[in-house]
């Protein structure tokens, strides 16, 4: 990878440090890789990325994404630092643009405020209704989904943008009608991202996974109510992803891309990893604090991570008439049913038949959209 190359870099100023303990998070057992319970990036390390990462990053509109663990225990003077240090080291004709993840429990009035007074997208994590949210992500034991809400409320207060990031599990993968309504119209959501839980670890199944076949009922089923009133008006991960495939263009959702390595995980300690699901020594580029971000940009590991996605796939993927639209799933879910089997891709029964369910609305939209002269002007 070069500096001409789009990428970003999702920072984590706390490591894995969490005020929840959601009992499917892949990000907690991190944790063992740092020494201090409740790690904090250094003022110095961030700005020396900031600066970096401007000059790596092709721009005009450089991404900053900040995530966890739970990034707002960084606490609001950390961020007002941030939008300081870019003011301060954005080169002429860059800008930047900071997205934040949170479980929105720590969204109070003054943070709120903040994001909105900077032009900040926050990303909720809502798996949905209370019944459905509160079965795995608690706060010691406790229920959250009341607090999540309270955070939502003062982003609409001050009307902060903001999207959806929901897991799709076990507690409700069976609901897809309920969930979609709820974040459609209770969480104001015009951008969701469906999140499959698969796995707690490279090849270790989470008991909170979602079924294979569920998770393709799930998306058919909320696709059916999309396409009849919300399309042009609620956006989902999965569908513009699947719609990009149909025309030949990149979607935005690395699973279902044909390669990986563009978007790359920065620890607080200033470690660079390849992947946010592949934070190991295996795939730890190096280090800002040591090397240059241009020098671990071009490493030959995050290469051949990259490459690892297309070359590795199963056989079935590979002969598979859909791998244009899937890609082949997420390297991480890719792992033996049981011992002696070949490795499979967990979710394919799942996107195979949501796929399939979509494929003629899909081609009807993508052939209307070819007409369209803003498609052939960037196409020619």
């Known amino acids: 990878m070069t500096a001409n190359n789009d990428f970003t870099i999702m920072v984590k100023p706390v490591g894995p440090d969490c005020n929840l303990s959601c009992s499917y998070c892949f990000y907690r057992s991190k944790a063992s890789l740092f020494s201090d319970p409740h790690p904090r990036m250094d003022m110095r390390l961030l700005e020396r990325f900031i600066i970096a ?10 991404p900053f994404t900040w995530q966890g663990g739970e990034p707002l225990l960084a606490g609001l003077e950390f961020f007002e630092h941030i939008q300081r240090l870019q003011r301060r080291h954005a080169p002429e004709g860059k800008t930047a643009f900071n997205a934040v993840q949170t479980n929105a429990t720590l969204l109070n009035r003054d943070v709120a405020r903040f994001f909105a007074r900077n032009g900040w997208l926050v990303g909720i994590s809502l798996d949905g209704p209370a019944a459905c949210h509160d079965v795995y992500r608690r706060r010691a034991g406790r229920p959250t989904h009341g607090q999540v809400m309270s955070g939502l409320a003062n982003l609409r207060k001050y009307r902060v943008e903001y999207n959806i990031l929901c897991a799709v599990h076990a507690a409700n993968q069976d609901q897809p009608e309920a969930v979609y309504r709820f974040l459609r119209d209770e969480a104001g959501a015009n951008f969701i991202q469906f999140i499959p839980i698969v796995a707690c670890g490279q090849g270790e199944p989470s008991p909170a996974r979602v079924e294979p076949a569920a998770f393709g009922r799930f998306l058919s089923s909320v696709w059916d109510m999309w396409r009849q009133t919300d399309v042009g008006r609620v956006f989902v991960g999965h569908f513009d992803a699947a719609l990009a495939a149909h025309l030949g263009q990149p979607g935005s959702l690395c699973a279902m891309a044909q390669d990986c390595g563009r978007a790359l995980v920065l620890e ?30 071009a490493s030959p590991t995050l290469s051949e991570f990259g490459r690892c996605k297309s070359g590795a796939l199963p056989e079935a993927c590979q002969a598979c008439a859909l791998r244009f639209a899937c890609g082949g799933g997420c390297p991480k879910d890719r792992f033996s049913p049981s011992p002696g089997t070949p490795i499979a891709q967990y979710l394919c029964p799942g996107l195979t038949a949501f796929l399939t369910h979509a494929d003629p609305d899909l081609a009807d939209m993508a052939a209307v959209i070819r007409q369209q002269p803003a498609f052939r002007r960037a196409t020619t």
């Open 53 to 62: 990462y401007f000059e790596q990053h092709p721009g005009p509109v450089v």
């Open 268 to 297: 607080h300690d200033g470690s660079l990893y390849t992947c946010d699901h592949f934070v190991d020594a295996e795939h730890c580029l190096g280090n800002i604090e040591n090397q240059s971000l241009a020098d671990l940009l």
